[in-house]
């Protein structure tokens, strides 16, 4: 028997709630592993409250992510006693997720937990982390170096964010917090932001092309954030784009791709190759500052994590949650 945060959908419509499961709940695969810790992201807390279709099959745990112990397979990559991490791949969505204390997957799906971090780092880090370090790879794969370099951060309080301003600024990059808490530019300066600006700025209707402020951009909010960000890019530029909580639009211009020469990288973490994975979780266990992701951190019981849900969205979540699934 294991406890499991449950959506479902029915004649009384639907709903989120913490069940006791047997092990004839557990879906399909060939890995079943103990789970030690999940996290609440942004996408965890549209699929508990409903906000939008994220759940498509019912019932269905949640969670699209989380780090534990094999505790059996007949995978040929696994063996009981194994560490190992999963983001994405339907997982929270189409598969039983992770915010339970046992989950059953695909081996192809996991991700051996790097050594140096423990399963709760690694879901301090979580989806939101593992997405910044892919949007830093991209920054760094255009070509962008520390010593020329202003990186824009958007939605820097949220869990992309803060650990995007934590990334670049131990890579060397001078970073620009955009955040509609400025009353927190404290804790980003802490993280590593050498300046913040009000969302405000970013968040309207803008020109076409606006004042060259920065040589690259890692966006988690989408609509004219995402197009204001784009618009202030210098030649030859880039914008790593993996988020949509201001909206799914892009209310921009072409002038900055034409007139710049701008590129925008789009940031899938849900279906990346393994390789990617490998590499991105590689780097976070080298370029993370892990006292920095501390103080980011805020731990709550399984129990709590339905109510966490409506305060992500309602962005009352500074940095990361870490779900214990077993307290």
Same mark, same amino acid.
């Given at each position: 028997m294991y406890q499991a945060l449950v959506i479902d959908k029915n004649e009384a419509g639907y709903g989120a709630s913490i069940k006791t499961l047997d092990e004839d709940n557990l879906p399909e695969g060939d890995v079943t592993v103990r789970v030690d810790y999940s996290t609440i992201n942004y996408k965890d807390g549209l699929a508990i409250t409903g906000k939008s279709p994220v759940v498509r099959k019912f019932p269905l745990v949640a969670g699209i992510d989380f780090a534990g112990t094999v505790e059996s397979s007949s995978h040929a990559a &696994?063996?009981?006693?194994?560490? $190992?991490?999963?983001?994405? @791949?339907?997982?929270?969505?189409?598969?039983s997720g992770g915010l339970a204390q046992r989950a059953r997957v695909r081996g #192809? &799906?996991? $991700?051996?937990? !790097? %050594?140096?971090?423990?399963?709760? +780092?690694?879901? /301090?880090?979580?989806t939101a982390g593992y997405t910044a370090m892919l949007c830093v790879m991209a920054l760094q794969g255009h070509g962008l170096k520390p010593d020329s370099c202003d990186i824009l951060v958007t939605g820097a309080n949220g869990g992309v964010g803060s650990v995007a301003v934590a990334l670049l600024s131990k890579l060397g990059f001078r970073v620009i917090a955009s955040t509609g808490r400025v009353n927190e530019a404290e804790a980003l300066k802490a993280l590593g932001a050498a300046e913040v600006i009000d969302r405000a700025e970013l968040s309207s209707p803008g020109k076409p092309l606006a004042k060259e402020r920065w040589a690259g951009v890692v966006d988690s909010v989408g609509s004219h954030t995402l197009a204001n960000a784009c618009a202030g890019t210098r030649y030859r530029? %880039?914008?790593?784009?993996?988020?949509? %909580? +201001?909206?799914?639009?892009? !209310?921009?211009?072409?002038? !900055?791709?034409?007139?710049?020469g701008i590129t925008l990288y789009g940031i899938d973490s849900?279906?990346? !190759?393994? %390789?990617?994975?490998e590499q991105? @979780? /590689?780097?976070?266990? +080298?370029?993370?500052?892990?006292?920095?992701? #501390?103080s980011l951190v805020h731990e709550i019981p399984l129990a709590g994590a339905i109510a966490a849900g409506a305060d992500i969205l309602a962005g009352k979540v500074r940095g990361r949650l870490v779900v214990n699934v077993n307290a």
């Open positions: &696994w063996k009981a006693g194994d560490k $190992v991490v999963l983001n994405g @791949w339907g997982v929270g969505e189409t598969h #192809d &799906w996991l $991700v051996a937990l !790097p %050594a140096g971090l423990t399963t709760r +780092q690694a879901m /301090a880090i979580g530029g %880039a914008v790593a784009a993996c988020g949509l %909580a +201001q909206g799914m639009d892009f !209310p921009g211009s072409v002038a !900055p791709f034409i007139l710049r849900v279906m990346a !190759p393994k %390789a990617l994975r991105a @979780w /590689a780097r976070l266990a +080298q370029d993370l500052d892990l006292r920095k992701l #501390d």
